[in-house]
């Protein structure tokens, strides 16, 4: 038993794919997105989706299938899911830069203003 | 993450949406088909003829049926129910139909068809007036599609006649 | 923001708090001195309990208009319909393979003459689930609009005289609620599951409750 007979069992594809997924996903679901990449993933999304319907309708009209427009959809729908809901790196191009605690100690925090106006309110007795 | 179900919403809610838009421009693409079916029947036999003892008369036919009902088929069809039925005015009913036979095509398919059957549905009047009666045999179809506006239709045969006797 | 009146209050007319309490310190406490620090108190907390109150009816406000522009859209499609229930979900499999159990079907009623054909929704008097068959039979009466209505299911191998109340051979035109015009399927399946079920009813309802609850929209 060589290692190339190791590689191929079905058992040990199984864990390591297992294993590649769990680390994948968590990474994926972890990672931040910013304001720039959340743009992008909803108007991916949307023109996505728009754009597998037109196919999907165009192509099961011509090949005079129901069964095939929606088989086409559903992959579309899969595959958009898969581009936009996981918090890929491609969406974190422009990260927020948070500042510093040193920098924020330096800095005073606004203080709320003392001429607002009174507010009517019967003074409780 | 509070973006990432954000997200999720919002993709299933456009997905459906969007679902439900192409369920509707395909039953609206079924506008753009004209159909053109054709069909025959020929009352090969009256079986017998006969007054009930309730004094309803009824009576038994064999017919042959056929029909051309291709071009009714679109991608959206589900099935095309059709039936056959007699027609008649008598002096207490302006109308009466009775469906004599009905069938379901499933698909193009099977949509040219030649029957040859007895009526499946008895023909009974309410009362005694089939003696000489002229009738229509009337196709009707029914097109289910398989998402959205159902419609029928139907071709009129005129002037076939019951006989005068009791058989 | 709503607090902020309470704090300027206390700034600007320091002889009715902070001076008062100034002198407490020293002297007896006097009722009057101790009733204003515990009528501040009673300030604070109330100034906090009306915010959460004024966004919990926000919140109820919400819910209710969503719950009540369902409603409206109902009634108004019940309006077009002409129908008391346009949306029916058919359950059983009596008219396979054209509608199958889990398919819903848009109803519509209209003056239109009941004619052989027409897969019609009525109600036996008496029972009180309405059935979707097609007409089979039609009898027309002269000079008058009563008609005489047979229906079957198309899978079904005769017709619904035994569904009928007994000695009931037709049906009239008061029996019918409408006729089916449009079709979409699978989309039932919903309502037949929950109605199976009836603990998923309550679920999906309080999911949905908190869902409009916990979002910030």
Known sequence: ?125 | MHSFGYRANALLTFSITILALMCAMASLSDNFNSPTPSAQVQVLNINWFQKQPNGNDEVSMTLNISADLQSLFTWNTKQVFVFLAAEYETPKNSLNQISLWDGIIPSKEHAKFWIHTSNKYRFIDQGSNLRGKEYNLTMHWHVMPKTGKMSADKIVMPGYRLPVEYR | MVTQPYLSFELQEPNTFSVSKKKESRTIPNPTNAHTTMGWVADTLHSVNSIQLRELFNHFITLGLIVTSALVIWKALICVSGCQSPVVVVISPSMEPGFGRGDILFLHMSKDPIRAGDIVVYNIDGKDIPIVHRVIEVRERQNTEEAYILTKGDNNPSDDRVMYNPGQKWLQEHHIMGRAVGFLPYVGWVTIIMTDIPVLKYILIGALGLLVLTMKE
């Open chain 1, 1 to 125: 038993m060589n290692s190339c007979d190791l590689l191929t069992t079905p058992h040990y594809i199984f864990k390591s794919l297992s294993a590649f997924n769990i680390i994948f996903f968590l990474l994926l679901f972890c990672l931040q997105m910013d304001w720039q990449g959340q743009k992008l993933a909803e108007q991916l999304m949307q023109i996505m989706l728009l754009a597998f319907a037109v196919i999907a309708f165009a192509s099961g009209y011509v090949m005079a299938s129901f069964q095939m427009m929606i088989l086409i959809y559903a992959g579309g729908v899969v595959l958009t899911t898969l581009l936009t809901i996981p918090n890929w790196p491609f969406f974190n191009r422009h990260p927020l830069v948070w500042l510093d605690s040193s920098e924020a100690e330096k800095h005073p925090k606004p203080q709320p203003s003392s001429n607002v106006t009174q507010k009517k309110k019967p003074v409780k007795k």
